[in-house]
């Protein structure tokens, strides 16, 4: 279990955060398939907080909710509040080269690909929260 | 992420090897746009071992710069970890991706 580990929000930590995140999702996924999936989303989150948050530090915690089979991550940066759920724009999988649009894809995939996300803020810090439950 | 061009006559290959993410993606998309020709393009990818959202976008730019260009790009042999994420973003279909190695026939 990962609980509350702080990084600092540089792009130079990402390889160290994703390393630690895909050691706990390795305890819980043996499919390299879904492994890869939930690893991309993680990477997705955490270069979103990096790149626009403001946010000196990430905390990332991780643990497996046995109950539910589900695998449980919660991000809180202190960086300006905001929710990327909101105002998610939309992504035409179907569209042509010419008409596909560069931008979106890094939380269409999240969404996609996890089972149930939430946002709030909590003493100043956003905390977005990520489930998937074992396949 | 090293980009090597493995032939260059009638057609052009190039290979990857690495991961593209968003430390590698702008360098990769760079590296493989300056090297385009007007000439069929194979993108050999079984040494990539990770694509994220930023390397998606990567590979559409350089399709897209290709297509401006009037040059065919071909993304082939891609791992199935990496063919999972580009059919779950519909780049499988937008992309001309094959599975094999379609310079054998060329």
């Known amino acids: 279990m990962l609980h509350c580990k702080e990084f600092p929000s540089k792009r130079e930590f990402l390889p160290q955060m994703l390393t630690e995140i895909t050691g706990e999702i390795k305890k819980y996924f043996t499919d390299d398939k879904w492994i890869n999936r ?26 497996f909710l046995a ?4 695998l449980h991550f919660e991000f809180v940066d202190e960086g300006e509040l905001y929710n990327p759920l909101e105002e998610v724009p939309e992504v035409d999988i179907d569209a042509e080269m010419d008409v596909r649009q560069i931008g979106g894809l890094g939380i269409f995939l999240y969404k996609t690909i996890m089972d149930k996300l939430e946002y709030h803020c909590d003493d100043g810090k956003n905390h977005l929260l990520a489930y998937k439950k074992l396949v | 992420m090293t980009v090597t061009v493995e032939r260059n006559d009638n057609i052009k290959i190039i290979a990857l090897d690495g991961q593209i993410d968003v430390a590698t993606s702008d360098k990769t998309r760079d590296d493989i746009i300056n090297l385009l020709e007007k000439k069929p393009t194979i993108i050999k990818m079984p040494k990539v071992t990770y694509v994220s959202s930023s390397g ?51």
Request: contains cysteine; positive net charge; aromatic residues 6%.
């Open chain 1, 67 to 70: 109950k539910e089979k589900t």
């Open chain 2, 56 to 106: 998606l976008r990567a590979l559409l730019m350089i399709a897209k710069t290709a297509k401006s260009e009037g040059i065919k790009v071909t993304y082939a042999e891609a791992i199935p970890e990496v063919v999972d994420v580009l059919q779950m973003t519909g780049f499988i279909k937008m992309l001309h991706c094959v599975p094999s190695r379609p310079w054998r026939t060329l």
């Open chain 1, 38 to 63: 939930l690893k991309v989303c993680a990477e997705e989150i955490l270069v979103n907080i990096i790149d626009y948050s403001g946010s000196e530090k990430i905390f990332i915690s991780c643990d």
